[in-house]
Each structure stands twice: as structure tokens, then as C-alpha cells.
């Protein structure tokens, strides 16, 4: 993105920025989620309903655009890239410069896939439960001799030793979900981090199941490269997303897609001097989505005023409330739950003989919404959720 070239302006004062510390705590953050009023949202982990937070930001940043066209444009980008990224970087524990705005997970995927100079005989280490943006980038690989060596999974889990086990000296990189996405098994993210350190394997995550769902402190675990987007825990808007590279690992990535903003000359658009910014806005080719990334940044200040492990506990509680109520009804819970380090905000369970697909649509009916993924019912309580609307999920799932 480009940063400013300053101007002095005398523009009617729409206020485009706002840094002020949110108001806000586990005890009155549900009031700013209006769908809390009517139905039991339990499906975070798809796609999170908007917060009215969200909602003035992008309103805020749209007013700008109506009042003011283009004025204020570089001062946008300056905000966008010190101080949205700062927050983003606050609460994952990255520097601004590590951050690139992306649209979703998959192009931040696609980003590392892309952006490696891959060599014949080379092999990627995938899980064979990921979500297929984690598998199709990988796949296309093959026409450059890149071979893709599966970890399966064990009772739903990935476990460290099936990882080493297929590590060799062509190893370039192990590329996971750090929470997966049907059953909620939680990596140990250290324990892979130092595995990958010790072999020399480049370290790539998929982690929209877990930032907003867990907390993350990336200054103190090594990982190369790590997308999110931010329609699910995060509860920012549809399309928007981050993409992390960390700034030891950038330079072993070449831009895919290279455009103006690819390169740090301000203005100077006739030079063509294909010389790459410093950082990862190198990974943003043109003009970023502006009025999702403000509502992206009414979410962060939103984690960062909740505090991202309050929020972990809390989806803890809840999740586990529900584990018990569940299996007090004779539901079989299929996400591994046999210790603490395993288990997230997802939680799948089922019945013997049940058709999944057909309570869902009851549940929906009822105002309880939930997911099926890979056969079970699949619930995900972001911190805004509290036991009430387990009860109500419990109440409706008893008159399916
Ligand atoms: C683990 C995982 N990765 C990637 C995606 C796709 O995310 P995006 O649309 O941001 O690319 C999903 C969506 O369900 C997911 O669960």
C-alpha cells in the first residue's frame, strides 16, 4: 500500500480515524451483536455475524469516501499501514511489517504456494483432513516435480511424530491448519514450530480457525508465513483477511501477483522500476479493500478490548458446558477432548443412526444456528456467546 505522501488539508472534518481504547468487556460485549437478540449463533467458525462495531467503521470510512472523494487517500494508507497493522500486529505479536491485507485465507495460502522458488523433487507435508484451500495450491505444484507427502490424521488428530516421520531432506515446508476446521483439534503449535526449526522446514499455517478463537503470541513461536481471514473468529467483514510473513522468512518469497503498490514509489507511477517495498505490504499488488479493512479494525479493537486469552476462556467455558450437556443427553462428542492443549472453540458431536443434515434444519428453524461438517454437528461460540444460548441449542435439539 502506499504511504503517504503528506498533504495539508482543509477538508471538512469527517473523522476517518479512531484510535480511542473501545469501552468494552466480556460482561457487555453481547449487546454489540444484535443477532444475539433473536438466535442462538453457534456457527463462528463459518461465517460470524456483524457486529454494530464493525458496522460504524466501515460507515465511518464510507462517509469520508462520500464527503471527500480521493482527498484524504494518503492519509488512509499511512493509518491502514502504522496503526490498523499495529493493532493487528498487537494482537498476534507481529510487527506492522510482517502484516499484508489480503482478502482471504486461500490468497495468503496461495501467496507462499506461489511465491516459493520451488525445486524438482521438493515435498510439501499436508494433513489429509484440511480444508481444500490448504490442499488445491499445493496441488498445483505437481507440475513442477513438487511432490505432496499426506499426514494422516489419527482419531482426528495430527499428531508431531506422523509429521517427523515424513520429513527428509527435500522437505521445503509443512503447511497446516493450526485448529482444523471439522472436528477443532488444536495444534501444539510450539511443539510443530520446534520440530520444523530443527529440520530446517518452513513453517506455513492456515489459522482462520484459530486467531479470534484462541490467542496467539507469534514472537514467541517461530512460523514463516500464516493467513487468516476475517469473517469467522476475528468477526470482521467478508473479504478481508491478513496474511503474515515473517520478516526473516520474506525474502524467500517473490511476490506472485506484482502491481503499483508492489513497489514504494510513492506517485512516481511512470518510473517502472520493478523494486519491491520493504515489508509485507510488498504482497498487496494495488489499492486494498478500505472499508473492510476499518471494520477489520473495529474487530481487533474489539480483541484487544475483551484481550484475546479472556476471550479463549470464555470459548473454553462455554465449549465445555456444552461438551457436558451434551453428553448428559446421550450425544457422542467427536472432537478430540482427551486434554486441555487439543481443544478449541469447535466442538462436533453426533448420534448413532442420525440424520445431521435434517436437525440442522430444524435447529435453524428453532433460531440455533450450527454447522455439519464431516458428517456430526459441528457448534462454535465465538466470546460474544454464553450459556443461554446453550440452553437454547440443548431445548431445540431435544424437539428435533
Ligand atoms: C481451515 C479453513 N481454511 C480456509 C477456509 C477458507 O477461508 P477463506 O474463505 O478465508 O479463504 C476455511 C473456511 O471454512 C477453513 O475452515
Given amino acids: 500500500m502506499l504511504v503517504a505522501e503528506k498533504q495539508e488539508l482543509s477538508l471538512p472534518l469527517t473523522p476517518f480515524r479512531d484510535d480511542s481504547p473501545l469501552d468494552l468487556s466480556l460482561e457487555n460485549v453481547r449487546e454489540?451483536?444484535?443477532?444475539?437478540?433473536?438466535?442462538?449463533?453457534?456457527?463462528?467458525?463459518?461465517?460470524?455475524?456483524?457486529?454494530?462495531?464493525?458496522?460504524?467503521?466501515?460507515?465511518?470510512?464510507?462517509?469520508?469516501?462520500?464527503?471527500?472523494?480521493?482527498?484524504?487517500?494518503?492519509?488512509?494508507?499511512?493509518?491502514?499501514?502504522?496503526?490498523?497493522?499495529?493493532?493487528?500486529?498487537?494482537?498476534?505479536?507481529?510487527?506492522?511489517?510482517?502484516?499484508?491485507?489480503?482478502?482471504?485465507?486461500?490468497?495468503?495460502?496461495?501467496?507462499?504456494?506461489?511465491?516459493?522458488?520451488?525445486?524438482?523433487?521438493?515435498?510439501?507435508?499436508?494433513?489429509?483432513?484440511?480444508?481444500?484451500?490448504?490442499?488445491?495450491?499445493?496441488?498445483?505444484?505437481?507440475?513442477?516435480?513438487?511432490?505432496?507427502?499426506?499426514?494422516?490424521?489419527?482419531?482426528?488428530?495430527?499428531?508431531?511424530?506422523?509429521?517427523?516421520?515424513?520429513?527428509?531432506?527435500?522437505?521445503?515446508?509443512?503447511?497446516?491448519?493450526?485448529?482444523?476446521?471439522?472436528?477443532?483439534?488444536?495444534?501444539?503449535?510450539?511443539?510443530?514450530?520446534?520440530?520444523?526449526?530443527?529440520?530446517?522446514?518452513?513453517?506455513?499455517?492456515?489459522?482462520?480457525?484459530?486467531?479470534?478463537?484462541?490467542?496467539?503470541?507469534?514472537?514467541?513461536?517461530h512460523v514463516d508465513f500464516l493467513s487468516f481471514g476475517g469473517h469467522k473468529w476475528f468477526l470482521a467483514p467478508i473479504g478481508t483477511g491478513i496474511f503474515y510473513c515473517n520478516e526473516k522468512s520474506i525474502d524467500l518469497l517473490d511476490p506472485p501477483s506484482v502491481g503499483y503498490h508492489t513497489v514504494d514509489r510513492g506517485e512516481a507511477h511512470m518510473d517502472y522500476i520493478l523494486d519491491y517495498r520493504p515489508g509485507a505490504a510488498r504482497f498487496e499488488e494495488a489499492l486494498v479493500n478500505f472499508p473492510g479493512i476499518w471494520g477489520l479494525d473495529a474487530a481487533v479493537r474489539m480483541h484487544l478490548a475483551v484481550t484475546p486469552i479472556a476471550a479463549q476462556e470464555k470459548i473454553a467455558s462455554v465449549v465445555s458446558y456444552a461438551a457436558e450437556r451434551l453428553q448428559s443427553r446421550g450425544w457422542r462428542i467427536i472432537s478430540p477432548r482427551s486434554h486441555p492443549g487439543e481443544t478449541s472453540g469447535l466442538l462436533s458431536f453426533t448420534k448413532e443412526s442420525l440424520d445431521v443434515e435434517k436437525v440442522a434444519k430444524s435447529m435453524n428453524s428453532a433460531g440455533v444456528d450450527l454447522a455439519v461438517r464431516a458428517g456430526a454437528l459441528r457448534i462454535s461460540p465465538s466470546f460474544y456467546n454464553d450459556e443461554s444460548d446453550i440452553d437454547r441449542m440443548m431445548a431445540a435439539l431435544e424437539s428435533c
Fill in 32 to 221: 454489540v451483536f444484535p443477532i444475539t437478540r433473536s438466535r442462538a449463533y453457534l456457527n463462528n467458525a463459518s461465517i460470524a455475524p456483524a457486529s454494530t462495531l464493525v458496522m460504524s467503521a466501515m460507515d465511518h470510512f464510507m462517509s469520508d469516501v462520500r464527503d471527500n472523494g480521493r482527498n484524504r487517500y494518503p492519509l488512509w494508507c499511512d493509518y491502514a499501514e502504522t496503526a490498523i497493522k499495529g493493532r493487528v500486529g498487537a494482537m498476534i505479536g507481529a510487527k506492522a511489517s510482517e502484516i499484508a491485507f489480503v482478502k482471504n485465507t486461500t490468497e495468503g495460502l496461495v501467496t507462499v504456494a506461489n511465491g516459493l522458488d520451488w525445486r524438482k523433487g521438493d515435498n510439501v507435508l499436508l494433513p489429509d483432513i484440511e480444508y481444500p484451500s490448504n490442499v488445491y495450491c499445493w496441488m498445483k505444484l505437481a507440475k513442477l516435480g513438487v511432490e505432496i507427502r499426506w499426514i494422516k490424521a489419527r482419531n482426528g488428530r495430527i499428531e508431531l511424530d506422523d509429521i517427523a516421520a515424513l520429513m527428509d531432506s527435500r522437505t521445503r515446508l509443512l503447511s497446516l491448519s493450526a485448529v482444523q476446521f471439522s472436528n477443532g483439534f488444536k495444534q501444539d503449535l510450539a511443539a510443530v514450530s520446534e520440530l520444523c526449526s530443527k529440520k530446517k522446514v518452513l513453517l506455513n499455517l492456515d489459522a482462520i480457525q484459530w486467531v479470534g478463537n484462541q490467542a496467539l503470541n507469534l514472537a514467541e513461536i
